[in-house]
């Protein structure tokens, strides 16, 4: 997916395994198929996994987790995979990397499962506790500064999707999101990559919340952005009600999704299909709502 990326197999993981961290190393291992752009993760045993990755961007990802997401786990209402160790490079390896603990659920769609507006309902729960947390020494979201320092990048992106969207309405509807007053609230904690291939689903509902590589604070409207990278027409409204979302963080949720999307779409569509996919539903949303 990236020019830079480095070869990661499962034979690797066993030596660097076996050289830190050997009683865990006998323990099954498996490559967890994941449409994931940042790290390799595969699972360790029952109760385990190992996330590596791909990038040197995501060394940095996950630090941040390691930690950060101990502290507000116990806070947060869904499921999350809380990092126990953390590799260091080996191997011919050259990042850190972590072992956490594994959550268990699937990728579903919210129209698959079946009670769509409890999942809307469930997000909402996990966007307010998040935004609980002390933001005091934390770092900032990889989301969440003013959306008008994403014009350049989303307008390039924009420039490099003539064959794969309306870019007309697609600059229309970014236009109209930077309409939207700015947050002038204290930074606040959140996500801030609320995709699909992050969030899982058991029992027949949302479960977990996977991959915080992301998080820290800033505008919280951020989070607000997996109203159109997730959910529907029928669970938009759903969310905004129990999250309480005013006029003006709904327009910058919904600019988030853009440019998550945007900026997804061109780049990943030969190397990455279905993250392609999920950025091309994400587009549609939000020109459909605007």
Known sequence: MHANEVAIDTALVRRLLAEQFPHLADLRLERVPSAGTVNAVYRLGDDLSVRLPRIDGGVDDLVREYRWLPLLASDLPLDVPVPLEMGRPAEGFPFQWAVCRWVRGEHVAVTDLPDPRAAAVDLARFVAAIRRNDPAGAPPAYRGEPLAERDDGVRSAIAQSHDLVDTRAVTAAWEATLQAPEWDGPPTWSHSDLLPGNLLAAD??????????????????????????????????????????????WMRGRGWALVFAIVALPYYQHTNPEFAAVARRAIGEVLADS
Not at 212 to 230: H, I, K, L, S, T
Not at 231 to 248: G, W
């Open 204 to 249: 027949r509902r949302l479960s977990a919340v996977i991959d915080f590589g992301c998080m820290g604070v800033g505008d919280p409207a951020c989070d607000v952005m997996v109203a159109w990278a997730y959910l529907d027409a029928d669970t938009r409204p759903v969310f905004r009600a129990e999250l309480d979302v005013d006029n003006a963080m």
